[in-house]
């Protein structure tokens, strides 16, 4: 039985030592990854306008992980106490606070050292790989003290920041708390629903508002283990004899009772502290990461454009009057692939002719039926326009003009394919040469979806015909 308990004990050891290690190595993939990100940006001042916050919002999160800070932020409505709870926690008056009409009326924040709590729960100060070493408390305005759509923003902007959500009331809860515990759930955040101020209700009472705040319109949010009661500025009265000899009441403060959230927040900091932070910096990297290449997409869509129109006029032409079949096919990829290198220089990633030609063989493989029927139509067509050159002396001259229309055809065959490459690439040098979560295949799939085929060959015949 002993060796039972001791090989369970050994496994356990074994599975914490894996996932500290594992949230080490999550934590510092975030941190490479986010400071990745910021080296390779690559916009130019017009592109950062607008920005500005979103980039900051990367550095700072960015300092956080090299801080090993851990963001609690605190919700509620006016009057619940959040203030004098984050002050309780702390030790300290630090957050003012005050019972009418809310006194926080912006975000505040104080970082305070974990170190303060370390002797209070007997943490193990020889692993603190799952640990951060501070706690940055987020005090933010009453929830009814803030406009419907300023208030959704304010709770969408800071949960998606923070690492864990403390959503304070003070009795049973409202239409308006349930609704917004609901919006930031939606988050993805661990989330404490706080019952403060407890020692205003007899035991009973105080049981009874705990069994309702559990039903099932708050079950579908959270559990009822992550329901914690408190009192964070309790009252404490004593009877006085007053100097006529008559009795009185006096009022004092009492001794708080946050033990219990206490030790939640530091479980979950404890036991996945590291792997939420390194989450929030990979979503919040990612989301301003797709604004970026938006932004870059658009600032860059015109000369890119250009770049391939002018890739596709010289395909067009080089195709139209080239009789040769193996030097059309020649020419065209080498075309393709002068594409690719300037749109990369343009783009701030400049490939070598080796890359760019890999590039344009995944991007083959993935427009399948295109890049055959392109070949096979051209070998065809170059094939019969070979032939009517040849026989133009003898005929007089006649067969110019059905070599002029096949040559059309398969410039404009030619042409299509070149500016699907050109799509496709713009796409992935946007996407910080990448196919993010995608693969080359259904890219290009989506980029063919949106692409007009039959306005491409009308502007290239019209363009080839201006030329001529």
């Known amino acids: 039985m002993s060796q039972s308990l001791e090989d369970s004990d050994n496994l356990s050891t074994t599975i914490n030592s894996f996932n500290t290690i594992q949230s080490e190595r999550n934590y510092q993939q975030a941190q490479d990854s986010l400071r990745q990100i ?4 690559d916009l130019s001042q017009r592109e950062r306008f607008g920005l500005e916050a979103e980039i900051a919002e990367l550095s700072n999160m960015l300092i956080k992980l090299d801080r090993s800070v851990f963001q609690v932020a605190v919700f509620g409505m006016v009057g619940r106490g ?8 702390i030790g300290q008056e630090i957050f003012q606070a005050g019972a009418l009409h809310g006194v926080t009326k912006e975000r505040q924040q104080v970082v305070w050292e974990i170190d303060n709590w ?4 007997d943490l193990d100060k020889d692993t603190p ?3 951060q070493e501070a706690i940055e408390f987020i005090d933010t305005p009453g929830i009814d003290e803030v406009e419907g759509v300023e208030r959704q923003l304010l709770a969408h902007d800071i949960a998606r920041q923070v690492d864990l959500i403390l959503f304070i009331i003070a009795g049973d809860i409202t239409e308006l708390e349930l609704q917004t515990l609901s919006q930031l759930r939606s988050a993805g955040k661990p989330i404490l629903l706080v019952f403060n101020k407890v020692d205003r209700y007899p035991d009973q009472d105080k049981l009874a508002i705990y069994a309702k705040i ?19 500025a309790p009252v404490a009265i004593s009877a006085d004899r007053r100097e006529d000899g008559s009795m009185g009441v006096s009022y004092a403060p009492g001794v708080p009772q946050v033990a219990e959230l206490k030790w939640r927040i530091v479980e979950i900091l404890q036991r996945e502290g590291k792997s939420l932070a390194a989450l929030n910096a990979m979503l919040a990297a990612d989301r301003i990461q797709q604004q970026v290449i938006a932004r870059k997409m658009g600032s860059r869509e015109d000369a890119a454009n250009d770049i391939i129109w002018q890739s596709v006029m010289t395909k067009s032409i080089a195709i139209a009057i080239n009789p040769i079949t193996a030097a059309d096919i020649i020419a065209g990829a080498a075309i393709d692939i002068a594409m690719i290198i300037r749109l990369s220089k343009f783009y701030g990633m400049p490939m070598t002719r080796s890359g760019a030609t890999k590039l344009l063989q995944s991007m083959a493989i993935g427009m399948g039926g295109l890049t055959i029927s392109e070949l096979a139509v051209n070998l065809g067509l170059s094939g019969v326009k070979g032939l009517l050159a040849i026989l133009a002396p003898a005929t007089g001259g006649i067969s110019i003009a059905p070599y002029t229309a096949v040559a059309l055809t398969q410039a404009s065959i030619a042409g299509v394919a070149t500016y699907t490459v050109g799509q496709v690439t713009k796409t992935y040098l946007a996407n910080g040469a990448s196919w993010g979560d995608n693969s080359p295949k259904s890219v290009i799939a989506q980029i063919l979806d ?5 306005s491409i060959v009308d502007r290239i015949k019209q363009e080839l015909a201006n030329k001529t």
């Open 82 to 89: 959040k203030s004098s709870l984050l002050n309780a926690l």
């Open 38 to 41: 910021l080296v390779n940006l």
């Open 129 to 131: 790989a799952t640990l």
């Open 118 to 121: 370390q002797d209070e729960f």
């Open 214 to 232: 559990c039903d099932d319109r708050v079950r579908e949010i959270l559990s009822p283990n992550e329901i914690i009661m408190v009192a964070a």
């Open 450 to 454: 949106t692409i007009d085929k039959h």
